[in-house]
């Protein structure tokens, strides 16, 4: 086998990104390589369903189905695949069975729904980890013990919901919206949901609409500003405008942006001085009138924060959510919806 070693030359910092950065990715023509002198292989968690294939017998009457049914068919699929393991070793890599054996997998997770958007991205409602249930009862027995129902626990994967630029109160949302999907709820009232949600966050203040985040290297950049005029990054320049703007008001009290610090990130409608977003720090105590007086581009940020997300999370599902939520008042558009 012929390995190319490769040598790390350089490692540079990117700061906040705007998009996903997993683990370190494998070429798909070779998947195999070596760490600290061991072959080893990237691969990931496996996902699978055998209800197509029982769908019709457990319709039908032929096959009984439950919960408690569904973990002991996946437990023993778990045992098989395991059991298949030396065999499998000894037949593609020339290895003893007994060193074979030492190959094992688990089952994981079982699943009562599920939602995928795409690799690495996806949300399941768990009601049994590793042999632990995380249900409650079934319904029926929930409702005779007069107990509250527990469907199970989410597991969510690659989503907005997590991300750190997404507001609090927004993954707050997600995460609601989410369970709704997982658990049943009709459309219609999902829909209800988000369009209740538009309203309410399209009333808060326009500097509560921004996104966070943390500005690394601003030293850096600042003097790269200065020397040419533009910055590469653009919530770091939106820093830099806070700094620049506190300076043009004479703000001697509001505290200046500085490397590593965590802002919340504005955009900003067209205006005399062409700056496209402003940031201040999250921990600011008091926002500062000048601040409030900006020209804030609450459709774009409304439209960034939540029906973009919201179409992130759900648009597989081809609900159509974005126009189905639009909100209008009478002058314009509350939510700006790009097709």
């Known amino acids: 086998m012929d390995i ?13 990104v705007d998009d996903y950065v997993y683990d370190i990715s494998i070429a798909d023509q070779d998947p195999y390589f070596f760490a600290n002198d061991v072959l080893v292989h990237n691969t990931d968690s496996v996902y699978f369903s055998a209800w197509p294939t029982i769908k019709n017998e457990v319709e039908a ?3 009984p189905w439950d919960k408690d049914i569904c973990i002991q068919m996946y437990d023993a699929i778990a045992d098989k695949v395991n059991d298949s393991f030396p065999t499998m070793m000894a037949r593609s890599c020339n290895c003893p069975l007994e060193r074979g054996a030492i190959i094992r997998g688990g089952r994981e997770l079982v699943a009562s729904t599920g939602i995928y958007i795409k690799k690495k991205r996806y949300a399941v409602l768990i009601y049994d980890a590793e042999g632990t249930r995380l249900d409650q009862y079934d319904e029926e027995t929930a409702k005779k013990k007069g107990v509250h129902y527990k469907h199970g626990k989410v597991k969510a994967m690659g989503l907005d919901l997590k991300r750190s630029d997404t507001p609090r109160i927004v993954q707050d949302f997600l995460s609601d919206l989410l369970f709704d999907v997982l658990t049943g709820v009709d459309k219609n009232q999902v829909i209800d949901k988000v369009r209740e949600f538009k ?3 399209a009333e808060i203040p326009a500097w509560e ?5 943390r500005v690394n290297n601003l030293t850096k950049y600042t003097k790269e500003f200065e020397q040419t005029g533009g910055c590469r990054v653009g919530h770091v320049m939106a820093a830099i405008n806070w700094n620049r703007l ?3 008001y004479n703000d001697n009290y509001s505290p200046s ?14 205006n005399p001085l062409d700056f496209t977003s402003v940031a201040y720090p999250t921990d600011i105590l008091h ?5 409030k007086q900006l020209p804030f581009d609450n459709d774009l940020m409304e439209s960034t924060i939540v029906t973009k997300k919201v179409e992130n999370l759900l648009g597989v599902l081809k609900w159509d959510i974005a126009n189905n ?9 509350l939510f700006t919806i790009e097709g």
Do not use: H, R, Y
Request: charged letters at 25%; proline letters at 4%.
């Open 287 to 291: 926002i500062p009138d000048w601040f």
């Open 246 to 248: 506190k300076k043009m």
């Open 61 to 63: 009457g032929n096959i």
């Open 199 to 201: 309203t309410q966050f």
């Open 257 to 270: 942006i500085v490397d590593g610090m965590k802002v919340i990130v504005c955009k900003l409608k067209n």
């Open 4 to 16: 190319t070693k490769s040598v790390i030359k350089n490692i540079e910092c990117l700061g906040e």
């Open 209 to 213: 609409k921004g996104t966070p985040k």
């Open 325 to 333: 939520t639009e909100i209008k008042t009478t002058f314009s558009s």
